[in-house]
């Protein structure tokens, strides 16, 4: 329920107003220029998103994190691979996603969930590399 259509100053400023006690001291001037510098915070950023997911959700092997942020703030896409998700319905493995990220999610203006367990994405896989067994 992250996603959002255009960008408004309103939203913007709702997700980037007064965070700095948090440690984000960069949020001056924040995505102008964005793709062209900090590539490293975005890796740094991936990373810390990561790892947040690897502790909170055991018998992960495989995550995704696509930092596709702009003028409009943080735009994450997540690809998550974890036996956690076995037997349980997609709002479960959401839910168990937000949770995880739950003190980064004020942060992201966008943000696409996409869980597999390992059977599924091996299947997936498959499907995308021509479906040849």
Known sequence: ?????GCTDASH???HGHKEEKGHGHSHGHGHGHSDTGSAEEQSYAG???????IALPGV??????????DCGKKI???VVST??????????????NDALSDEIPQIHALTIKTYTPTQWAEKKGQDHGGSR
């Open 77 to 79: 896409d997540l690809v």
């Open 1 to 5: 329920d992250h996603k959002e259509e």
């Open 61 to 70: 092997s495989h995550i995704s994190v696509v930092d596709e942020s702009g």
């Open 13 to 15: 400023d709702q997700s």
């Open 84 to 97: 956690t998700f076995d037997g349980k319905p997609l709002l479960a493995r959401h839910r168990a996603v």
């Open 48 to 54: 810390r998103i990561e790892s947040k997911l690897r």
